[in-house]
């Protein structure tokens, strides 16, 4: 199947400071990623649809000035913490739209803030 | 809202087959997703199917859709213990996934 690919896959980072995490398709387009979080043994929570070219969708209580979303191209969304606290540490997760109904994970990025 | 509900835990033993229920809340879902997740993973896309269709065979796994009582269930054939793992149900609709809380499978040998 498609391969979407999550960079760095585990981050470790000092209260205050601010976290990118990327999210790329391999080898398809996307004009859809998606930003998820996932809370230990709890299901994904969407956090904000990404949409090349134009701004993210956030859902409700998603703080946008928070949680960056920036899809600069059809392959390549990124999410940025910004001014991370303890309380953002949790495994972020994206996925990509094929287009064609197939909805591609990666393989997820696990934030721990100090 | 949108709401995807799955039962939290089955256990099985190994060689028997395994069966994962879920419902679903939104009619104008297109699609309907089976994921895999093994401890601290990501997750793995096990199959699809499109709202249209009510039945998908993929080796050892069938799914099965009711679109008139919005019910989605996995069928794993001989279950083996490298199946243990937390099972997701999703929908797609309206341009955004939501997911159930995940069904742990637990294979006993």
Redesign the interface.
């Given at each position: 199947?498609a391969v979407v690919s999550?960079h760095p896959s585990r981050v470790i980072c000092k209260s205050g400071t601010s976290v990118k995490i990327e999210c790329r398709s391999l080898d398809f387009q996307a004009t859809?990623m998606?930003w998820y979080r996932q809370f230990p043994k709890?299901?994904?929570m969407?956090m904000a649809?990404s949409n090349e070219g134009s701004k993210a969708t956030y859902e409700q209580g998603v703080e946008k000035d928070k949680f960056l979303i920036n899809h600069a191209s059809l392959t390549l969304s990124t999410l940025t913490v910004t001014s991370a606290h303890p309380e953002d540490s949790s495994f972020y997760?994206c996925?990509a739209n094929t287009g064609a109904?197939?909805?591609?994970?990666?393989?997820?990025s696990?934030l721990t803030v100090l | 809202g949108e709401d995807v509900e799955q039962s939290l835990f089955l256990s099985v033993r190994e060689g028997d087959s395994s069966v994962i229920n879920c419902t679903y809340t939104d009619s104008s879902s297109?699609?309907l997703?089976w994921?895999k997740q093994e401890p601290?993973?990501?997750?793995?896309?096990l199959t699809?199917i499109?709202s249209n269709m009510d039945m998908k065979q993929d080796q050892r796994l069938t799914v099965l859709l009711n679109k008139k009582d919005k019910h989605l269930s996995l069928r794993i054939a001989d279950t083996q213990t490298g199946d243990s793992a937390i099972y997701?149900c999703?929908e797609?609709a309206k341009?955004?996934?939501?997911?159930?809380?995940?069904t742990t499978l637990t294979v006993k040998p």
């Open positions: 199947g999550q859809t998606f709890k299901s994904l969407l649809t997760i996925s109904g197939e909805l591609f994970f990666g393989e997820g696990r | 297109t699609y997703y994921y601290g993973a990501g997750l793995q896309l699809y499109f997701f999703a797609f341009g955004k996934s939501t997911f159930g809380d995940g």
